[in-house]
């Protein structure tokens, strides 16, 4: 049948991503899969697959589940904070905001299977999409019921931050936060990292990976760069 697939795939626990994928595969099936149930006489199943507005409800789940696996891969990996989870948790939530809002006039662009079916959605559709973007914007805040109020502030900036944004039952921390922001030395090392980091971080640099660049920038040891590009293996042309 030339279809970009030879055949579906079938969920698995043990690969938390299989579900979407599973969707996904479907949803690029759908023509080969109704074709397949019509040959093969599977009247219920055709039926189903028929029914009004199931192509769409099928391409609105593709188009979910790929920016929900999106998101938990983001979550994933060694060396991230607890305040990137927030921001990215954070983030979703505002832009699923932002899609009921398009949704409601109409626009279906950022769901991208969903608008190869149709164009411009109806109120039929409108409606659909709408009310499980905020079953689901209701459930990420009901499993994340402190999303709101966490903040980031504290580490980002702990010389600016006001004391209250510790509770004021931990009062060891909130006296030492008070010491930290009236020690100077550490506001200066602090502003030379910040500044460091935007001189190093530049537009034509944006993906770098500035760890090991800025411990070098910061270091009062002065680094001997001949000693370590020697001891580089050179890549060798092909």
């Given at each position: 049948m030339d279809a970009a697939h030879e055949t579906i795939l079938?969920?698995?626990?043990?690969?938390?991503?299989?579900?979407?994928?599973?969707?996904?595969?479907?949803?690029?099936?759908?023509?080969?899969?109704?074709?397949?149930?019509?040959?093969?006489?599977k009247q219920d199943l055709l039926s189903a697959w028929s029914a009004d507005s199931f192509e769409i409800r099928l391409a609105y789940l593709d188009d979910i589940f790929k920016q929900l696996?999106?998101?938990?891969?983001?979550?994933?990996?060694?060396?991230?904070l607890i305040i990137d989870f927030v921001d990215k948790i954070k983030a979703f939530i505002r832009k699923m905001e932002n899609w009921r809002r398009k949704v409601g006039v109409g626009n279906l662009a950022m769901l991208e299977t969903v608008s190869e079916i149709v164009e411009?959605?109806?109120?039929?559709?409108?409606?659909?999409?709408?009310?499980?973007?905020?079953?689901?914007?209701?459930?990420?805040?009901?499993?994340?019921?402190?999303?709101?109020?966490?903040?980031?502030?504290?580490?980002?900036?702990?010389f600016t931050a006001p004391v209250t944004c510790i509770p004021d039952d931990n009062d060891?921390?909130?006296?030492?936060?008070?010491?930290?922001?009236?020690?100077?030395?550490?506001?200066?090392?602090?502003?030379?990292?910040?500044?460091?980091?935007?001189?190093?971080?530049?537009?034509?640099?944006?993906?770098?990976?500035v760890k090991h660049d800025l411990r070098c920038a910061l270091s009062e040891t002065k680094p001997r760069i001949k000693n370590l590009v020697d001891n580089l293996q050179q890549h060798p042309s092909h």
């Open positions: 079938f969920r698995t626990a043990v690969r938390w991503l299989s579900k979407g994928n599973v969707v996904q595969r479907v949803s690029e099936l759908r023509e080969e899969i109704s074709l397949f149930l019509r040959i093969q006489n696996n999106t998101l938990n891969l983001e979550l994933q990996g060694k060396g991230s411009k959605s109806d109120a039929a559709t409108q409606n659909l999409i709408t009310q499980h973007l905020e079953a689901l914007e209701g459930e990420f805040k009901r499993y994340f019921p402190d999303i709101q109020s966490l903040t980031s502030r504290l580490v980002r900036f702990p060891d921390a909130q006296t030492e936060l008070l010491t930290l922001q009236e020690e100077s030395r550490a506001r200066m090392k602090f502003e030379a990292a910040f500044s460091q980091l935007l001189h190093i971080k530049r537009k034509h640099r944006n993906r770098l990976e």
